[in-house]
């Protein structure tokens, strides 16, 4: 889709759920290169302002900025409060909680709080802001799930399975809503050099690499993809590794997955 029909197709306001850093704050910026008003929600209002600021200065759009914790239990009437005097036309859901642990040594609260910020609210924001658009007859949907969420991994247990969540929920949104005139499309990247991401690694995994993109290169790619696929795996790289493990007999994708998480991830890290 052309720069010019964006706005028309997706304005003129979009919400970025989780847009302090990283991926959200990509989101941000390159959705306001295309002309659209913005709604940032992040629980982070340090970050969150700091990046509504740049770009108010860089785009000129107007940018609102929402500190919330998307793992209340009412966090869908708290958004739709906070934007019942503007149009979403496009939702982008970014915000996760990812703990890497074995299961049985999960807390119930941590548990709880992937459910709730990886599931409920993507789920609950969904049903609250897309009738609008299905009433306007255009709009769209972007759910950040991840290729964790194609195969169970040891030590990711529930976070792999929220992330199959959001991927099965948009394929059937895909489906439900492509008639009515709503572009849904999930996006599962592989390992984005995000602060969370960084924060987990060690020095010698933190140089350049095929096995690693920049948050531009998967925010381009999914924007490019909005309206033409109904999911997106970013990155070549990525592409040919999730080819490679489909290829292969569940129990082995499972064990080589489960190896990867071991040598990538530091048990207990949480982001």
């Known amino acids: 889709m052309s720069t010019d029909a964006f706005p028309t197709r997706y304005g003129p306001w979009a919400l970025v759920a989780g847009a302090a850093v990283g991926l959200g704050a990509e989101y ?6 295309r002309g659209l008003s913005l709604v940032l929600v992040d629980r982070d209002a340090g970050p969150l302002e700091a990046t509504a600021q740049a770009i108010r200065a860089a785009s000129g759009v107007e940018v609102r900025t929402l500190v919330l914790d998307l793992a209340r239990a009412n966090v869908a009437d708290a958004v739709v409060a906070a934007t019942q005097d503007v149009h979403i036309g496009l939702l982008v859901y970014n915000a996760a909680i990812g703990t890497v642990s074995p299961f049985l040594e999960l807390s119930t609260a941590n548990v709880q709080a992937m459910l709730d910020v990886n599931c409920r609210a993507p789920l609950f924001l969904v049903h609250a802001l897309v009738p609008a658009m299905v009433a306007r007859g255009r709009g769209g949907v972007v759910l950040m799930s991840s290729m964790a969420g194609n195969f169970g991994s040891a030590q990711l247990t529930v976070y792999a399975a929220t992330k199959a969540f959001d991927l099965v929920f948009a ?3 895909w489906a439900e809503l492509r008639g009515h005139g709503v572009d849904v499309l999930a996006v599962q ?6 602060p969370g991401w960084q924060s987990s690694q060690p ?3 933190q140089g350049p690499g095929p096995h690693v993109m920049e948050p531009a290169q998967v925010v381009t790619e999914a924007l490019a993809a909005l309206g033409v696929e109904p999911t ?5 790289a990525n592409r040919q590794s999730a080819q490679l493990l489909a290829s292969l007999p569940r129990r082995q994708a499972i064990e080589l997955m ?6 990538l991830l530091p048990t207990g890290r949480t982001s």
């Open 232 to 236: 997106l795996i970013p990155g070549d």
């Open 203 to 205: 020095p010698e995994l």
């Open 28 to 33: 941000a910026r390159q959705i306001a290169a």
């Open 189 to 194: 990247p592989g390992s984005t050099r995000t």
């Open 258 to 263: 489960s190896d990867i998480t071991g040598k």
């Open 171 to 173: 394929d059937a949104l």
